[in-house]
């Protein structure tokens, strides 16, 4: 089935420790997204890329980085955990239409 | 700043009719999304209202009204399967999303 794929869907980390989160789209979408959803919020953007090759910062990009070195593949890294980065994390691409396809999420326990 | 406000919980009874409203002070507008999270899942697409009105799919309908900064999705015929979080965001003049907290909408039988 085609969609994205996020890889841990679970995870507890130790902090301090640096952390990268995959994710994998095979629909060839140019855009893609990684939100963090902590509850009580809304969904927030951590860091997005237009297209492969580029990459940009969104609302809190802070203790993450991205990289896009291909159309499908949009890994997120956590360099230094903290415990405010305990969160779940969703993956997300989108086409010209503007709609959003999410992956199933990865739920990140910073200890 | 930018905001999107909607009801934190409602609470609805199968087979009748709920409204859950969005209102938004964005900096520039270009269409509004709804989408349904069930819990532990991931959002789903719902309906995408760019100009004023309504729009009807099944069971749930969006309605936008961009000068009052005002957006509802109505669901029909209510099933205990709609029982999920619904996110309303829109997108601004970067064509970036800014997203509600979601609506907790718990039907009961």
């Known amino acids: 089935i085609a969609g994205i794929t996020q890889a841990p869907t679970s995870q507890i980390l130790a902090a301090g420790r640096r952390m990268t989160l995959r994710c994998t789209q095979d629909?060839?979408?140019?855009?893609m997204y990684w939100y963090r959803q902590d509850l009580g919020l809304g969904l927030r953007l951590i860091h997005y890329s237009n297209t492969a090759g580029t990459t940009g910062k969104g609302e809190v990009p802070d203790g993450y980085s991205v990289s896009r070195a291909n159309t499908d593949d949009f890994p997120l890294t956590l360099a230094s955990a903290v415990p405010s980065q305990t969160s779940v994390y969703f993956c997300a691409s989108s086409d010209n239409t503007g709609e959003l396809f999410f992956g199933e999420g990865s739920r990140l326990t910073v200890l | 700043g930018q905001n999107i406000d909607q009801p934190t919980e409602m609470t609805a009874t199968e087979g009748a009719i709920v409204q859950i409203n969005c209102t938004y002070q964005?900096?520039?507008?270009?269409?509004l999304f709804w989408y349904q999270q069930h819990a532990g899942e991931a959002p789903t697409f719902l309906s995408y209202n760019v100009l004023d009105g309504l729009e009807e799919k099944g069971r749930f309908s969006s309605f936008l009204s961009r000068s009052k900064g005002y957006s509802y999705l109505l669901l029909k015929e209510l099933q205990m399967k709609d029982s999920a979080s619904y996110l309303c965001a829109v997108m601004d003049s970067n064509y970036q999303l800014i997203w509600g907290a979601g609506t907790k909408l718990i039907i009961k039988p």
């Open positions: 629909m060839r979408h140019n855009a």
């Open positions: 964005t900096s520039g507008f270009n269409g």
